[in-house]
């Protein structure tokens, strides 16, 4: 979805009038002053495609090429925003510009070397810098989901399964690099730790939420995507080994994309997890722990969940 300018309305043959009782209607949305979305494409975007959104018409709307920082260059970058809200367009303010923000608009003074890369004809902050930005400004969850993403974008082959160590190392220090620059700046100590805390074996919000959670809590080590061999010759691969357990974040996408299921309804899914899980626990002898969404609503929520099944630190 693209945003819609209200010469473009005009154009395609809207009147005043009726773009104003498309707003007030709630047909169409503002998403800022002389710039409109569809009500119906826009109520069903996830955050990410906002951002973009949000980008396109702001960057429409300038009379220089602006640079897009933090989260809305992490969604330019194809990375998650998960549990983001803020729904601004974030960019930086030029060399004696104002960094007064807008409605629509954060406008961010800070200190830049003048990297951009070009991320579907918008220039954006360069990845590393990307990751340091949203690690210092963004809530931990956000952070750390989008910086897991972004490791797995360099370092992660076949399906995250193979690993270049020398390509994990480098993006690893680019932000250490950055950090140091930015000695005494706001957020560098989380920054610091999610340059070494970032995993590429991560392959959804939800399992860099349940890494997160899992260090919070108190659990100093675990293995993320344990490879299981079972005696049929197949191999699987699980989540979390932690405390004795397998432990697997259970999202709702594999049950409800059809992409995602290959063909097969979401009946059959829930029955091929549950035959995937008995030859995991026939082949390991170890207990299965599932959760979802739900139980890492909150750092707290986690561990009374996992307290409940008798699992501890």
């Known amino acids: 979805m693209h945003p819609r300018s209200r010469a473009e309305l005009l154009a ?4 005043e009038h009726a773009v104003r009782g498309g707003v007030r209607s709630g047909r169409i ?14 109520d069903g975007a996830y955050v990410e495609e906002r951002q973009r959104i949000l980008a396109r ?44 923000s807008t409605g629509s608009v954060q406008r ?12 579907g004809g918008l220039l954006v902050t360069t990845l590393a810098r990307t990751v340091f930005d949203v690690a210092r400004r963004a809530r931990r969850e956000t952070a750390m989901a989008c910086a897991d993403a972004a490791i797995r974008q360099i370092a992660a082959r076949d399906d995250g399964r193979r690993l270049e160590a020398e390509a994990d190392a480098a993006f690893r220090q680019e932000i250490r690099d950055l950090a140091a620059r930015f000695t005494g700046a706001r957020g560098v100590a989380r920054a610091r730790f999610v340059a070494e805390a970032m995993d590429p074996c991560a392959e959804s919000p939800g399992e860099s939420i349940s890494g997160l959670y899992l260090r919070d809590i108190g659990f100093r080590t675990f293995d993320r995507q344990v490879e299981i061999q079972v005696p049929e010759g197949r191999r699987y691969f699980v989540d979390f080994a932690f405390a004795g357990i397998l432990g ?7 049950y409800l994309n059809r992409a995602m299921r290959g063909g097969r309804s979401s009946e059959q899914v829930v029955f091929d997890e549950k ?10 002898g170890r207990r299965v722990l599932r959760w979802t969404t739900r139980e890492i609503r909150t750092r707290d929520t986690f561990r009374e969940f996992l307290s409940s099944h008798g699992v501890r630190p």
């Open 248 to 254: 697997e974040y259970d999202g709702a996408t594999k």
């Open 12 to 15: 395609d043959g809207y009147t």
């Open 29 to 42: 949305e503002r998403i800022r002053h002389g710039y409109y979305a569809e009500r119906d494409g826009w």
């Open 57 to 100: 018409a702001a960057a429409d709307a300038a009379h220089t090429p602006p640079v897009f920082c933090h989260v809305t260059a992490a969604a330019l970058h194809r990375l998650p925003l998960s549990r983001h809200v803020d729904e601004r367009a974030h960019v930086l303010a030029r060399e004696g510009g104002s960094g007064t």
């Open 275 to 284: 035959r995937r899980e008995d030859r995991i626990r026939a082949a390991t």
């Open 108 to 119: 961010h003074r800070d200190r830049w070397d003048g990297d951009a890369v070009d991320c």
